[in-house]
């Protein structure tokens, strides 16, 4: 756990679970516990799983100007976002190359919680605050506890009033277990899931109770590295995991286009304005590469850096892998050159388990209409 500058208040819930609590975004994070990642996997498709995602970064900006800051820095119209809603959102840098995600959660008026991971947006929201008419605070009394999957509606509903009314993408203030909390219908799974964010103080004694109360639901704690089978079956890129910053270009620095990554979806429609949105539009039809699927004739995953041919060209690398013990799928999440990122394309790993086929795939692998996720009732 070294460098980590960063506390979360379950860091002994944990430990007790078998977590040397890795380090991840400065937070000791639980990567794995002392069970098999497949059962965790298994958990959040199936019943649901509990996990601390503390690691986050959470930031409060308050202000008449805040909603403006938010306007030029990320990729979204914020005005269009209502007070219970949220929208994902990207930010470039001026070059229009990507460089973090986010949640955007507007809790008031003049009021939001940004929520990101290991990217530029602290540093970004920051120069843009300077000498504007807003306030902000980076939050990490803030816990966020993840519930994902099928019956993670049926427990809260036991508890909270109104839950199966709470639309994706809408959040609520709420009570549970006489604990002020703020619930979201977000998550990273994709699975029908919510993000209860709350006090430090509260975390533990939260925590506790599902687990306690939602044993009969089949609710067990998952470890964050199951995160890596969930998102390569729900397209779900993990920055910079997935990016030019971890498998850098020959003759260019790192910086992925949104049209690339297969995140264009995150500009809204005609937005301009925002931090790097001239050269994002000027890369239209000049990808390099493309996110894609990759399924393989193996009952072992791929690595991430293994190189993908067709032929005997080199046509790729994978970024992440994982094989399912409840599909018996072999699947990855791939950078392809565009001419082969098409559905059915042959092609060939070589990588630590030899040469292996494969077919390219479209993404994502796991309920492709979003379905799920977004389930009403």
Known sequence: MTNSWRHSALADRHRALGSSLEDWNGMGTAWTYAKDLQDDHAAIRTRAGLMDVSGLKKIHLVGPHAAAILDRVTTRNVEKITPGRSAYATLLNNAGKFIDDCILYRTGPNDWLVVHGSGAMHEMLAAEAAGRNVAMLFDDDLHDISLQGPVAVDFLARHVPGIRDLNYFHHMQTILFKKPVMISRTGYTGERGYEIFCRAQDAVEIWDRILAEGADLGIVPTAFTALDLLR??????????????????????????????GLDFTVSPGKTGFRGAEAHYRAKGKERFRIFGVELSSDQPADAADALYAGDRKVGIITCGMVSKLTGRSLAIARLDPDVAVAGTPLELRGKQGIVTATAQPLPFDDPEKKKRSAKG
């Not at 390569?232 to 690339?260: A, Q």
């Open 232 to 261: 390569v079956e729900s397209y779900l890129l993990f920055y910079p995991y997935d990016n030019s910053e971890m498998y850098p270009f020959e003759k260019e620095g790192p910086g992925d286009t949104l049209w690339e990554l």
